[in-house]
């Protein structure tokens, strides 16, 4: 079973639903919110779920627009949840405007998680410049952390960073944040780039593989496709590309169907019991 997990511009806090197929969506509690913020500021911006290597489900999210935090929960089983904390990943960096759309991934051969997110770090005082990069820290066991370092610097704007490992390569999507929010505009859209190891760097960055203006990719894998989906942020709508290789990347024919208002989605596979267990409580 595959599990989206999404927020809405009105209602900014965890939402959820299930597919079958990958590409026909259900919302789980009637497209309402299955979780709710409890801490900072009270909002949870792309939520992002990540099951890790002992079965536990762990939940990140943004915390606000200009926070220099993360948000972290974890749950058995994506109904019951701890209490909410926040892991302050940019505290100590002089000059950080925000900590935008945290996500995790496993590397295997060195055993560590590592989360990733979107921070422009400028320490003048214009305050709405805006110029990301990619930034992470490491843990064994989300108690402990490593500093956190730039991860992915292509030397231009970048949001939205995800990664998969598929053999022995790890693929990011990431958001070419350059140009304007505007429908004809160049790059706001989606490249990839590839490593041979978790911790990069991640080298052969791709042309443009998705239409613009998008943002938002998630990947994951279908049969013998990779799949990412990705947020038409300005037409409140979703886009979905297809790529056997995960190189070369084409508009799918197949129509995605997924809940009203979704904005910035993540794609993971769970359990039929984990699925049942969702429909039967939430309905």
């Known amino acids: ?55 536990l489900f762990h939940l990140l999210a943004t915390d606000g627009w200009r926070g220099t935090s993360l948000a972290h929960a974890t749950s058995e089983d994506l109904i019951f949840w701890s209490e909410q904390r926040i892991i302050p990943v940019m505290e100590t960096i002089p000059g950080t405007r925000n900590v935008w759309a945290p996500e995790v991934f496993y ?73 304007e929010n505007r429908v004809d505009t160049d790059y706001k859209a989606i490249r990839t780039a ?26 994951y894998r279908k049969d013998n496709l990779w799949v990412m989906l990705y ?10 590309s297809v790529s056997k290789d995960g190189r070369q990347w084409t508009v799918s024919e197949v129509e995605v169907v997924l809940p009203e208002g979704l904005r910035h989605g993540s794609v993971i596979e769970v359990s039929k019991q984990i699925a049942d267990r969702l429909k039967s409580h939430f309905g």
């Not at 209602?11 to 959820?16: C, F, T």
């Not at 003048?124 to 110029?131: A, G, L, N, P, W």
């Not at 610097?153 to 998969?164: C, F, L, M």
């Not at 991640?202 to 203006?213: G, K, N, Y």
Request: hydrophobic share 35%; charged share 25%; with cysteine.
């Open 1 to 55: 079973m595959y599990l989206l997990s999404y927020f809405r511009t009105e209602s900014e806090a965890l939402h959820l639903a299930l597919s079958e197929d990958g590409f026909t969506f259900e919302a789980v509690n009637g497209n309402l919110a299955v979780l709710e913020a409890t801490e900072q500021t009270g909002t949870m911006r792309d939520p992002f779920l990540f099951q890790d290597q002992d079965g």
């Open 107 to 179: 590397g295997i051969e060195d055993g560590q998680y590592r989360i990733i997110w979107s921070s422009t770090v400028d320490t003048s005082e214009t305050e709405r410049v805006r110029d990301h990069r990619i930034w992470a820290c490491n843990t064994i066991d989300f108690e402990t952390f490593s500093d956190s370092y730039l991860f992915f610097d292509p030397g231009y704007n970048v949001i939205d960073a995800t990664v998969v490992g598929y053999g022995d390569v790890y693929l990011m999507a990431f958001k070419d944040e350059r140009g």
């Open 194 to 219: 590839i490593s041979l190891v978790p911790g990069g760097p991640f080298e052969a960055v791709s042309d443009l593989v998705t239409p613009a203006p998008v943002e938002g990719p998630t990947i």
């Open 231 to 240: 947020d038409h942020f300005l037409e409140d709508c979703y886009g979905v």
